[in-house]
């Protein structure tokens, strides 16, 4: 049975967009939400899928009963069910596929939270904005272009933006964004054969903002140049800036390798993003403990 969620299931089937601003304890709940129906959707592409072939299944004992003379009436009976079982079946299972979520989306938000919230009052809001369309929707082309022999779609995809207070009064805010190239070419080889290629091409990029009480850390401007010795990220991931602007302090780092968000139960990533997050606030609170 699926958690209480706090928004309206059917209008996130429709959008694939979650957008809240509540308690922690509540955003917490709505990811189980999502977590265990994103499950439903899988067994139910799964099973889908089954029914689909079943249905090809019978389509071809259909033909064959039918081509074969051995009973037209009982073939082509078995082809037409079976080709309404299997557009029924392969129908269903697109619908189901689309609801089939990217699991490190909710597993991100819900690991990052359960270790931000320590530092947070109980009734603090938490705003979350996560979208699960594909990173390559066409919402999200920027511009098409060519890079050397290819054509490419450049897509950008901030999915996710969570915002929220620590007990010291300090705002964060979190944002993820997935950078996607969509390139194909043509060629034509020595045989003269036209040969089609695609490949993809992905980046992700994390960005977090601090707005601190100046009063609370009185030295942060005059040690913000050092704030690169402070820094210690995952050795898959790389410092793009830090940027120190007023009372905001804003570290991007970027990764062009694939991670992941591990759930409750398994077992550690390789390389896993909530780890990647959470180094980047303890490498920006270290920095600021320094500063009081």
């Known amino acids: 049975m699926l958690p209480l969620a706090s928004f309206d299931e059917a209008k996130f089937k429709r959008s694939l967009c979650y957008n809240v601003t509540s308690s922690a304890e509540t955003v917490l709940t709505d990811m189980d939400f999502l977590r265990q129906f994103d499950i439903e959707q899988e067994k139910k592409s799964r099973l889908w899928l089954g029914v689909g072939w079943l249905g090809i299944v019978g389509i071809v004992i259909g033909a064959a009963c039918f081509f074969g003379m051995q009973s037209v009436v009982l073939g082509g009976a078995a082809g037409v069910l079976g080709l309404v079982t299997a557009i029924a079946g392969f129908s269903v299972r697109a619908i189901h596929g689309r609801l089939d979520l990217d699991d490190r989306r909710y597993e991100v938000v819900a690991g990052l939270l359960r270790l931000l919230s320590k530092d947070m009052a109980d009734d603090a809001p938490v705003t979350v904005a996560l ?16 890079v050397g022999y290819w054509n490419v779609q450049f897509f950008v995809d901030g999915w996710l933006t969570m915002q929220g207070r620590f ?9 993820l964004i ?66 120190a602007e007023g009372d905001v302090l804003t570290l991007r780092t970027t990764s062009r390798v694939t991670w992941d968000a591990p759930g409750p139960g398994e077992k550690a990533a ?19 403990n320094n500063s009081k």
Not at 131 to 146: A, S
Not at 167 to 175: M, N, P, Q, S
């Open 167 to 175: 007990l010291d009064g300090t705002k964060y805010t979190v944002t």
């Open 178 to 243: 997935e950078k996607q190239q969509d390139r194909h070419r043509t060629k034509r080889s020595a045989s003269g054969k036209t040969k089609h290629k695609h490949k993809t091409k992905n980046s992700s990029e994390a960005i977090i903002s601090l707005k601190i009480k100046e009063k609370r850390y009185p030295q942060a401007q005059e040690l913000y140049k050092t704030l690169n010795e402070t820094l210690k990220l995952p050795s898959w991931v790389e410092l793009k800036s830090v940027v």
């Open 131 to 146: 979208d699960f369309q594909p990173h390559n929707h066409k919402k999200k082309l920027q511009r098409k272009g060519k």
């Open 270 to 288: 390789a390389r896993d993003g909530i780890n990647w997050m959470a180094m980047m606030f303890l490498s920006l609170y270290r920095f600021l």
